[in-house]
């Protein structure tokens, strides 16, 4: 089953950024997703966000030494939705069941990005942030990065919530 939302695979080669989308399908199936972006060729290794129903991200890359780094922006979306689930199995949290709906709980590597100029504590802040929906958080990830633009010429043609 997959959800309303988008996958983006992030490579760099050349100096440069590159976007795509990555299969739908990949949004219900977090091995299918892992398996997608291992195909990516990428400087520093591939990532990938994604946006599921604007109500959590998932943040992850491969690394050089093809292990792979993972966040979930907010670990009480597993109660709702399978790729939540997977992603925190995969990381081996626990799931509250009786988390505050105005609180966020992201678990896993906050660091994922540091290397790449997105330190911890930059986007602690980013999914602490419960004004912003999910893909207005990719966004910012995005441009914390350096390839915001690439990010918005993808995503921006989807249909918005």
């Known amino acids: 089953m997959t959800s309303d939302g988008f996958a983006v695979a992030v490579c760099r080669g050349d100096g440069r ?3 795509d989308l990555l299969p739908p399908a990949v ?3 977090l091995e299918h997703c892992i398996a997608a972006l ?18 959590f991200f998932v ?15 907010d670990v009480t979306a597993a109660l709702d939705w399978e790729l939540a689930g997977q992603a925190a199995k995969f990381l081996g949290a626990d ?5 505050p709906d105005d609180e966020i709980w992201p678990v896993g590597d906050l660091d994922l990005f540091a290397d790449l100029g ?11 942030d419960i004004e912003l929906y999910a893909d ?23 249909p918005s919530r």
Not at 95 to 99: G, I, R
Not at 118 to 128: F, G, K, Q, S, Y
């Open 17 to 19: 950024w590159r976007c």
């Open 59 to 73: 943040a992850l890359r491969i690394r050089p030494d093809t292990s792979v780094a993972l966040l979930l922006s």
């Open 118 to 128: 997105l330190p911890a504590e930059e986007m602690r802040l980013i999914v602490d």
């Open 95 to 99: 799931v509250p069941d009786d988390a």
């Open 27 to 29: 949004l219900g199936d």
């Open 136 to 158: 207005e958080m990719l966004a910012q990830v995005a441009g914390s990065l350096g390839f915001g633009p690439e990010f918005a010429a993808v995503v921006g043609p989807l």
């Open 38 to 55: 291992r195909q990516q060729e990428s400087e520093g290794g591939p990532l990938a966000l994604l946006n599921v129903e604007d109500e």
